[in-house]
C-alpha cells in the first residue's frame, strides 16, 4: 500500500493518483476517474476534484493509496 503525506488539508483524487504513479498525466487520471475504475473508501467515485483527507483509502488497478496527515 502506498502512502501519500498530505502538504495541505487535502488532495484531489487526480493528484493522488498522479503523486503514486498510478497513472502517467491529469488526461489519465480523468479517464480511469470517469470511467469508474477508481473506489474511494470502498466506494466507485467518478470526480476528478474528489477531497481526500487523512485517513482515506484510494483503489485503483490492483493497488491502493492511503491518505496519510
Known amino acids: 500500500m502506498e502512502i501519500i503525506k498530505l502538504r495541505d488539508e487535502f488532495i484531489k483524487l487526480g493528484q493522488a ?26 466506494e466507485t467515485d467518478t470526480r476528478r476534484g474528489r477531497k481526500l483527507y487523512d485517513g482515506d483509502v484510494v483503489s485503483f488497478d490492483g493497488q491502493e493509496i492511503r491518505i496519510e496527515k
Open 17 to 42: 493518483l498522479k503523486a503514486a504513479s498510478l497513472v502517467e498525466d491529469g488526461v489519465e487520471a480523468k479517464l480511469v476517474i470517469q470511467d469508474g475504475l477508481v473506489k474511494v473508501n470502498g
